[in-house]
């Protein structure tokens, strides 16, 4: 008993052709895709980047703003509270 089959299949070129069209046109599309997916994520953490380090530069801003402005208070009220010589 013998029990195989036989699958036979008859391809003429030109739907070789189209079927190795449409599989290259796929991996293009996916690859496309792929890269615009990552373009928008690499653009999203850019932004954050850039927004993480200005408000960075401004807290510096601030921080030695206020600096400034302890020093001088500290200033005129040492210049007032000193003793006249």
């Given at each position: 008993?013998?029990?195989?089959?036989?699958?036979?299949?008859?391809?003429?070129?030109?739907?070789?052709?189209?079927?190795a069209?449409?599989?290259?046109?796929?991996?293009?599309?996916?690859?496309?895709?792929?890269?615009?997916?990552?373009?928008?994520?690499?653009?999203?953490?850019?932004?954050?980047r850039?927004?993480?380090?200005?408000?960075?530069?401004?807290a510096?801003?601030?921080?030695?703003?206020?600096?400034?402005?302890?020093?001088?208070?500290?200033?005129?009220?040492?210049?007032?509270?000193?003793?006249?010589?």
């Amino acid at each position: 008993m013998d029990n195989s089959t036989t699958l036979r299949i008859n391809i003429n070129s030109g739907s070789a052709i189209k079927l190795a069209s449409l599989v290259s046109n796929s991996v293009i599309l996916a690859a496309n895709a792929y890269l615009v997916g990552s373009g928008f994520r690499q653009q999203l953490h850019n932004r954050q980047r850039e927004r993480i380090a200005g408000n960075l530069q401004l807290a510096a801003e601030v921080a030695t703003a206020t600096a400034s402005l302890a020093k001088v208070i500290t200033d005129t009220i040492e210049k007032h509270n000193a003793p006249d010589r």
